[in-house]
């Protein structure tokens, strides 16, 4: 079985879904759709783009002139397609709440769908993680992919659960302002605290690992390469830093970068993902800093990075197969994934 997916709004996450999408031989790419001549939309379908003769749609018929009067080739509109039976899943990649309101369209034309973390967790059956839950979305009509942050803290906690119970998580998340490309939102010149406590990150957590004790405050700072979270969980059987190392060494998805070799900061290993040429620098794994893990009698600590435009890529995938059916086996989903992407 071939999955046939449609990626709806070409932005930061659908771009890199669809690419990851072609990568794939149990999956065909049957179009992109959006509503506006954006120039990321247009370099994607450039000659050199990764989606070059990819069928572009326009999600929303009455919008359609905003594509033709630009010059851009569109074979239809997204409900047409929809309607054709053309389509397995559809990736929502739209603006944060636009999903949910693109729902209905989505159950008229009875398509399973994929929504991202910006939709609230209500929008979808199951909030999915490929190492947690992959088999509660296997079969489901709606499947949600939380945010960047949200899916770290799932791997990290979901392999520390491998070797000791976790009692209680204590999360201070220092968030990068906005994406390297957008100009409407900073950075400024500020630390802004999140006034919501805890911040929606824990909450986000227990939509997955609905058992975990966890709370979470953010700062919003003034950097555009990555998150970074310190993280202190309570145990009352620590294992050993050695242990901790060793099970996050042997997670799929999770690297460990060590200072003494120079990455001392978000700066360095970004910079590792520029000069070993991975697309957009895209950092799918989660970068822990091998020194900050430390264990104090029943406490647990480390710090780890987050690359918000590419984390979850790899989970949206799994995600593909999960909720088609096409794959029931996770960890065979899991690797076969992080082949097609490079995953150390």
């Known amino acids: 079985m071939v999955v046939r ?23 065909k790419l049957v179009g992109i759709s959006d509503i506006a001549p954006t120039p990321v939309l247009r370099t994607v379908l450039e000659p050199d783009g990764p989606l070059y003769k990819t069928d572009l749609y326009c999600s929303i018929p009455e919008m359609i002139e905003n594509l033709t009067n630009a ?30 309101k693109n729902k209905p369209m989505y159950e008229k034309y009875d398509v399973k769908v994929i929504f991202e973390g910006g939709e609230k967790a209500d929008v979808a059956d199951v909030t999915f993680n490929s190492f947690v839950n992959y088999e509660d979305a296997i079969g489901k009509k709606f499947v949600r992919v939380p945010s960047c942050n949200t899916t770290s803290l799932l791997r990290t906690l979901w392999a520390l659960g491998q070797v000791c119970k976790i009692d209680e998580v204590f999360v201070s998340l220092t968030r990068r302002a906005v994406d390297p490309w957008e100009i409407k939102k900073g950075p400024v010149n500020a630390l802004v605290p999140d006034m919501h406590v805890p911040s929606h990150h824990g909450p986000d957590v227990k939509t997955v690992m609905k058992d975990l004790d966890i709370k979470t405050f953010a700062i919003k700072s003034p950097t555009t390469l990555a998150h970074v979270h310190v993280v202190h969980v309570k145990t009352k059987n620590p294992p ?14 999770i690297l460990l970068f060590k200072a003494e070799d120079g990455y001392n900061s978000t700066a360095e290993i970004i910079e590792h993902f ?11 794994e989660v970068a822990v800093w091998d020194e900050t893990i430390s ?4 406490d647990i600590f480390w710090a ?9 890529i790899p989970e949206n995938i799994d995600a593909i197969r999960a909720i088609s059916g096409v794959e029931r086996d996770k960890w065979k989903s899991i690797k076969k994934t992080d ?5 150390k």
């Open 304 to 312: 780890h990075a987050v690359h918000s435009e590419a984390i979850v």
């Open 339 to 343: 082949k097609s992407l490079g995953v």
């Open 5 to 27: 997916v449609v990626v709806n709004g070409v932005g930061t996450i659908g771009k890199r879904v669809a690419h990851a999408v072609k990568l794939q031989d149990d999956m």
């Open 240 to 253: 050993s830093v050695e242990d901790i190392k060793n099970t996050f060494n042997k997670t799929p998805r």
């Open 71 to 100: 010059g851009m080739y569109v074979k239809g509109t997204l409900p047409e397609l929809l309607e054709s039976g053309k389509v397995d899943v559809v990736v929502d990649a739209t603006p944060a709440g636009i999903g949910a």
């Open 295 to 298: 264990v104090m009698k029943n």
């Open 274 to 284: 520029r000069d070993i040429l991975r697309p957009r620098y895209d950092m799918y």
